[in-house]
């Protein structure tokens, strides 16, 4: 499979160290070596979702409890959970981190993935949603640790777009 595993540690290793401990998840190519990682992890918990938006709700109840969490989804799952992420986290004031998969962009080879794609940054900019690019293994720490600054220092949701040039690596 040419998801990075490399890079994967990379993002799930910066996540523990910024004491992320739970995470939620739908099933996703991109997400694979993640999702595997938080599960086999005895100090993350890693909840699985039916549909992505419910993960805003698992975020927000983690928030409230005083911990740290992290919603993984593809650009059509940040897509699907809008309603959540506007009635619920932005309404009432809730950090959220979202690490969001970047599908359809150059070398995208899944024709269901463009059309998502080509509208995620759009749409994080017309709900006023901070976000960064992940392309580089070598900033992913910093990213992450200043993306959950923000977070909690505006009480917003924050993205970071987990790009093809971090994630994928050619066989």
């Keep these: 499979m040419p998801v990075s595993v490399t890079s994967s540690q990379v993002v799930f290793d910066a996540l523990k160290r910024n004491e992320v401990r739970i995470m939620s998840a739908l099933p996703e190519t991109w997400l694979v070596h993640l999702i595997r990682m938080a599960e086999e992890d005895p100090d993350t918990t890693l909840v699985r979702l039916a549909k992505e938006e419910e993960g805003v ?70 709900l006023r949603i901070a976000y960064e690019r992940l392309d580089d293994p070598e900033t992913v720490e910093h990213k992450i640790g200043e993306a959950i600054t923000l977070a909690h220092a505006s009480l917003r949701p924050v993205a970071l777009l987990l790009c093809r040039d971090l994630m994928w690596e050619e066989a």
């Design 57 to 126: 709700g698992i975020s927000m109840g983690a928030h409230l409890a005083g911990v740290r969490s992290a919603m993984l989804m593809q650009n059509h799952g940040f897509l699907a959970s809008v309603n959540g992420i506007v009635s619920g986290a932005q309404l009432y004031r809730i950090p959220l981190l979202m690490l969001i998969s970047l599908r359809g962009s150059f070398g995208e080879r899944d024709p269901w993935q463009t059309e998502g794609g080509g509208v995620t940054e759009d749409v994080l900019r017309s």
